[in-house]
């Protein structure tokens, strides 16, 4: 993902909501979000290259979502595959923070990158240019491809969009993740990549024919442990081109 919001015990109906936006190379085979048939308990996307997720959620109630952080200098080619972090919480049983715990240690193995991990009962957010574990607090936060809730133009209209629609359904939500307004030139961040790739990746919904805004979803828990995942593929122009959606109990 490079984009997600996330409402956590922000709302008493809802403990849970996450709105996100995957942004991602098109050449890049991918899956879209169904029960994986290998682990009939984990609904999410699949990477088919290197066979992880960006994001996902569990009947046992474990959830995870993973960014990249935007840094081309200290891009390497033989790094391990960010979605891996993401698939082996959701199919492992460690808490969030003894998983977290013992990420930190192989962290150095990843190109950068921000994870947020939970179980129902805790949310927490590693950031390996952090290096360090710690909880999200109870609210409204957002992230990008930078650290949680960085100001960023795209940041800062997500978590104002979800503060604002969080229990009024998923419509607005999905109309916030549809946004492609540019953000204006002295707002940019200066990630290294230039002028010209800053104001191209830095609205919300991100077109392009190589790159851009591929998938669109909303995971909403509610209080008594009713969950509905929806996924929306899009295509180069930003269109939705399919939809998977889902509904179902958590078991504990």
Known sequence: ???????????????????????????????????????PQLLAGRDLQAGGTWMGVTRGGRFAAVTNFRDPSERRSTALSRGALVAQFLLGSEAPAAYLAGLASRAAQYNGFNLLVGDGRALLYFGSREGGVRPVEPGVHALSNHLLDEPWP????????MRAGVADGDAPLFDMLSDATPAPDHALPDTGVGLERERWLSPILIKGDTYGTRASTILRVASDGRVRFEERTR????AVTATAAFEFDFTR
Not at 235 to 238: F, K, L, M, R
């Open 1 to 39: 993902m490079c984009l997600i919001a996330i409402a956590w015990q922000a709302h008493p109906g809802f403990p849970l909501v996450v709105a996100a936006n995957r942004d991602e190379w098109r050449d890049r085979p991918a899956a879209p979000a169904r029960w994986w048939d290998d682990h």
């Open 235 to 238: 295509d180069a122009t930003g």
């Open 154 to 161: 795209k940041v800062t209209k997500a978590r104002e969009a």
